[in-house]
């Protein structure tokens, strides 16, 4: 059996490890087998993926040459990832990757103590308790964490400052989400501090994003906070699209919000946190120990406002954003 064959085997979200042929699992014993555990999807995932092999490439790593990649995808039922993660756990992979947020990431921790792990895109990962220390993460998990719930106030205050008349404004949660309590509870400060009021609204389904934007329209909300969410990320362009359809003025936290037809976004790089961890994931496979790479965080955020959807809702950019702006999309 070539690589490739190999390789298409271990990314079916079915395969199991007693269902391997012998040559299949002789080619495993030959390369080392990267757990890719998310709870997002294969389709809307693409680009984080290719940056998420970006990162093995700089370590010296090639999908198919000397590494093979086992995916496991969720596609936003965040109840399937402890099953999905228990699989990698049991193919004996050299290193898990949890990828999509907080959810994925304590799946993975919670299904093994002994091989590594390394998580993309995850907000506060002390307080979600996977690991005691960003400098100091022991055990065997550490990863990238992006920081999002310091953004929740920035966001708050930059949608006030393109909406000026808004004095209610609606905050997305995913209440299956484990961060889903710490991101309304930072929300809820954010509000009282800019002197507004927030409408902390659920949303876990497609119908239930379409229910949170029909509340909306009651509550007279001027304007939408989406934070840094896997389901919410899997599910960007119907966000975008109903905030178009309701006239809504949304900020969101990556910049693919705003090229799919957001408003505005403010946050670190998506991209980027995949790409370096997938050199987190490099360097373990070099020998390097989990407890001993400290939690890496973002190092820039970017403004990216959205001039054509700012027209479209008949709102003008104050020159002060234009020029804070890191990106302006006509």
Do not use: C
């Amino acid at each position: 059996m070539n690589r490739r064959a190999v390789v298409a085997m271990l990314g079916g979200a079915a395969v199991s490890s007693f269902a391997w042929p012998r040559a299949a699992r002789a080619q495993q014993a030959a390369m080392p087998v990267i757990g890719f555990v998310s709870s997002r999807s294969p389709g809307e995932s693409a680009g984080v993926v290719a940056a998420f092999r970006q990162g093995l490439r700089e370590g010296g790593f090639v999908e198919g040459q000397n590494v093979i990649i086992a995916f496991r995808w969720a596609e936003g039922r965040y109840d399937r990832l402890p099953a999905l993660a228990a699989e990698l756990v049991d193919l004996r992979v050299a290193v898990v990757f949890a990828a999509g947020g907080p959810p994925s990431a304590l799946a993975a921790k919670a299904a093994t103590r002994t091989i590594p792990v390394v998580f993309s895109a995850v907000n506060d990962p002390v307080r979600l308790g996977l690991v005691p220390s960003l400098s100091r993460p022991g055990g065997n998990v550490t990863g990238m964490s992006i920081l999002t719930l310091e953004m929740v106030a920035k966001s708050a205050q930059l949608l006030k400052e393109l909406v000026p008349t808004a004095t209610v404004i609606a905050y997305l949660v995913n209440p299956s989400s484990p961060a889903a309590d710490l991101y309304a509870g930072e929300a809820v400060t954010a509000a009282s501090a800019l002197g507004i009021t927030i409408h902390v609204l659920n949303a876990d389904t497609e119908r239930g994003l379409d229910d949170a934007f029909a509340a909306m329209q009651k509550l007279g909300a001027g304007g939408l906070v989406v934070p840094a969410e896997p389901f919410f990320d899997s599910q960007r362009d119907r966000i975008v699209a109903l905030a178009a359809q309701h006239a809504v003025p949304m900020i969101a936290t990556f910049r693919e919000y705003a090229v799919a037809g957001a408003l505005m976004t403010y946050g670190a790089s998506l991209p980027d946190s995949y790409r370096r961890a997938g050199v987190y994931v490099g360097r373990i496979l070099r020998g390097e120990k989990p407890q001993d790479l400290p939690v890496m965080q973002p190092t820039k955020y970017d403004l990216v406002v959205n001039l054509k959807t700012a027209r479209a809702l008949g709102l003008a950019v104050p020159d002060r954003l234009l020029a804070l702006a890191d990106e302006v999309l006509e």
